[in-house]
């Protein structure tokens, strides 16, 4: 371990879960993920291993099979992933969500029927709640589910589904409308379960195929098209309709700080890269860390991943304690995913003309970058949410 990203207060276990996963990162993800990236492959033999791991499980009570660790040890877990292939972090971050929304918010035969395959991996999750042309405006879903009998009828389009394909459980807000006079009252959270790979994957639900990205390769982002899919009333998420949007709403803040987390494993890596390279790459008789243009900007990217990681370290902290860390998240994600494009852009800068090269590291993590400032809402959506909670704080009496 570096001086960067160092955290206090962690018991023994943690230490040896980070340090297991550390040494995964180094010997078995960061050799073949440039590789993997760019031939868009999905990276089956990297999973695996992190079953084995446990990490599928690792916030998973132990009374259902999983480790029973927290959001901080997850959050951490998931920093040293990111380190070594962002995408890798993103096979497992829908999985947690829709784990822990089952833990915070699921009946009990809901937990016993899904958090002990979660923990094994033998049920890979995803989390749904975009749609085409929504944007941040969650409220504004169509789709939706009506009552046949004992039965729903789902109908309706989803987008930007990680983990659409290989998932098997995808917590899925729709519309219900019953009676409710708020948008927000009107929402309600499916367990749908289905088939993993593309086309028809249940009855009347379609995976149409991977989206093509800039940047997230490896793991595959859907659609999923609803038409006349059939569940039943045993599938809505704590058994009782109109709560899904507060139900999503959590698990959005532990993906906040997830993404942070992602953002703070990308910019100590970027860090890393420009540190090693700046070393080595010589002009005017000098290697080029030596020359104060150089020095000064290591010295501000080594600040900014220190500062981020604090962040996303303080808001992990506080929603394991109970509270609602909805400011914290907020902030952690919005200063590190921003933190997390300079450091990238400068580590870029360093490698100067081999930066644009695909055979150096850092042209994808460049890539990789721009994902952390639109993923689980955009830095003017985490704006809006901090500001709107600190004039209720500081409202003038």
Known sequence: MTRLCETDGLTEEQTEILKAVRTYVDEKIIPVATELEHADEYPQEIVDGLKELGIFGLTIPEEYDGLGESLLTYALCVEEIARGWMSVSGVINTHFIVAYMLMRHGTEEQ????????????????????????????????????????DWVVNGQKMWLTNGGTSTLVATLVRTDEGQDSPYKSMTTFLVEKEEGFGETAPGLTIPGKIDKMGYKGVDTTEAVFENYKTTSGQILGGETGQGFYQMMDGVEVGRVNVAARACGIALRAFELG??????????????????????????????????????VRAARKKDSGERNDVEAGMAKMIASEYCNEVVQDSFRIHGGYGYSKEYEIERLYREAAFMLIGEGTSDIQKMIIGRALLKEYQLR
């Open 111 to 150: 937990k016993q029927k899904y958090l002990p395959r979660m923990a094994t991996g033998e049920v890979r999750g995803a989390f749904s709640m975009s749609e085409p042309g929504l944007g941040s405006d969650v409220s504004a879903i169509k789709t939706k589910a009506v009552r046949d009998g004992d």
């Open 275 to 312: 540190v090693a390279y700046s070393q080595q790459r010589e002009t005017f008789g000098k290697p080029i860390a030596e020359h104060q243009a150089i020095l000064f900007r290591l010295a501000e990217m080594a600040t900014k991943v220190e500062t981020a990681h604090a962040m996303m």
